[in-house]
């Protein structure tokens, strides 16, 4: 079975930073895409970016709002998918999800974790 | 950056119902489209990738349609527990967008 399990969610004050962890388990998750999709309280769900697989060259890709901010890494070791924030404000505030993302389909996800930016 | 937009942002139906749910993409992005499901509280589910294909254990009245720059998602028969908020998102293109989201509600 399939699981995902995010942790580090956290109230954090605006310009702090605060890294998310993913744990996977139930699938090889050194051969699959990974992905962090957010959703800021009562609104709709955000692309926050996505990190490949190692033997499809590891690359990042991030939205917008968070590029040079935030940064996905992996360790295929401890079956880990990490989100490092920085810089944080007040419109980061949301819960985080994590995704599997297979062939450019989301098809698994985490229960999700709160992290609030508040002074 | 394609921008995806839904319509209706909300709907009002009745059990048995035959609802759709239209997304439009700001520029063509084949048939990259998904659709998923979210209840309160809960994570997002995928029901349907690539405009048309039925996830693995998404019952059969949820369907898929389109291509280019128009989709839309059917729900042929409305269950009690297809109340909730769907959403379409496009894997054409990084950022892998979604629309804004239709609240499906119970009339």
């Known amino acids: 079975e399939v699981q995902l399990v995010e942790s580090g969610g956290d109230l954090v004050k605006p310009g702090g930073s605060l890294r998310l962890s993913c744990a996977a388990s139930?699938?090889?998750?050194?051969?699959?895409?990974m992905s962090w999709v957010r959703q800021a309280p009562g609104k709709g769900l955000e692309w926050v970016g996505r990190?490949?697989?190692?033997?499809?060259?590891?690359?990042?890709d991030y939205a917008a709002p968070v590029k040079g901010r935030f940064t996905i890494s992996r360790d295929d070791s401890k079956n880990t998918l990490y989100l490092q924030m920085n810089s944080l404000t007040t419109e980061d505030t949301a819960v985080y999800y994590c995704t599997t993302d297979n062939y450019r389909r989301l098809d698994y996800w985490g229960q999700g974790t709160l992290v609030t930016v508040s002074s | 950056d394609i921008q995806m937009t839904q319509s209706p942002s909300s709907l009002s139906a009745s059990v048995g119902d035959r609802v759709t749910i239209t997304c439009r993409a700001s520029?063509?992005?084949?048939?990259?489209l998904n659709w998923y499901q979210q209840k309160p509280g809960k994570a997002p589910n995928l029901l349907i990738y690539a405009a048309s294909s039925l996830q693995s254990g998404v019952p059969s009245r949820f369907s898929g349609s389109g291509s280019g720059t128009d989709f839309t998602l059917t729900i042929s028969s409305l269950q009690p527990e297809d109340f909730a908020t769907y959403y379409c998102q496009q894997s054409y293109i990084t950022p892998h967008s979604f629309g804004q989201g239709t609240k499906l509600e119970i009339k």
């Open positions: 520029q063509t992005i084949s048939s990259y």
């Open positions: 990190i490949k697989s190692k033997n499809d060259g590891g690359t990042t």
């Open positions: 139930g699938f090889t998750f050194s051969n699959v895409w």
